[in-house]
C-alpha cells in the first residue's frame, strides 16, 4: 500500500508582464538551496560510503572535439576534424589508467605504453599525438581544460596541426579527481 502526500503548492508572485505567475524569489531560493544540499549529500554519501558516482561526460567529450575544431578552423584548416572510434578507445585506455593510478600524469601508461602504442592496439594505424588534462577535483569543464590546453604552447601546436584531421576524447570523473585526454591522428 502507497503512502499519499500533500505537497501545497509553491507561494506564488503575478509575473511583471501579466503572463501569469511563478514561484516567489524566496521559494526559488529555497529550492536552489535544496538543490545544492542535496548534491553536497550525495558527495559526501560516495566520499564516506567509498561508492564513486561516474558522469555522463558524453557533452563535454564532443564539446572537446568542437573546440578542437574552433581552433583548426583559427588556423586556417580547410577541413573538419572527425571522431575516430580508434582513437577514443585509445583515449579511454589511457584515461582509465591515469584515473586508477595517481602517480601516473603524463602520456606513459602504467605499462610503459606510449599514444602511439595504445592507438595501434584500439587499430589505428597513422600518426598520433595526445594531449592530457587533470585537476584534483569532482568537475572538469571544457573551459577548464582550453584554458589548460590553448595557452600551452605544445598543445596549443597539436590542436592546431592541420594534419590531425581525427581524434578520439575520453573523460572520467571522482570527488577529488578527474582526468580527460584527447588523441589526435593522422591517418595512413
Not at 137 to 152: P, R
Request: hydrophobic content about 45%; overall charge negative.
Amino acid at each position: 500500500m502507497g503512502v499519499a502526500m500533500i505537497v501545497p503548492a509553491p507561494p506564488v508572485d503575478r509575473c511583471s508582464d501579466g503572463s501569469g505567475t511563478r514561484p516567489t524569489r524566496r521559494y526559488r531560493s529555497v529550492l536552489r538551496v535544496a538543490a545544492e544540499a542535496g548534491a553536497i549529500v550525495l558527495m559526501l554519501g560516495a566520499a564516506t560510503t567509498g561508492v564513486v558516482a561516474h558522469a555522463d561526460n558524453t557533452a563535454l567529450n564532443k564539446n572537446i572535439v568542437l573546440a578542437v575544431y574552433t581552433v583548426q578552423h583559427r588556423a586556417g584548416c580547410p577541413g573538419n576534424v572527425v571522431v575516430s572510434p580508434q582513437l577514443r578507445q585509445a583515449a579511454q585506455w589511457h584515461t582509465d589508467d591515469l584515473f586508477n593510478n595517481r602517480d601516473l600524469d603524463g602520456h606513459t601508461g602504467s605499462d610503459g605504453s606510449t599514444p602511439a602504442d595504445r592507438a595501434a592496439a584500439a587499430g589505428f594505424r597513422g600518426r598520433v599525438v595526445e594531449t592530457v588534462a587533470m585537476a584534483p577535483t569532482w568537475i572538469l569543464t571544457g573551459n577548464d581544460v582550453m584554458n589548460q590546453w590553448f595557452y600551452d604552447p605544445a598543445a596549443h601546436a597539436i590542436m592546431a596541426d592541420c594534419a590531425n584531421t581525427v581524434m578520439g576524447v575520453w573523460s572520467q570523473n571522482s570527488f577529488d579527481r578527474s582526468v580527460l585526454v584527447a588523441v589526435y591522428g593522422q591517418p595512413e
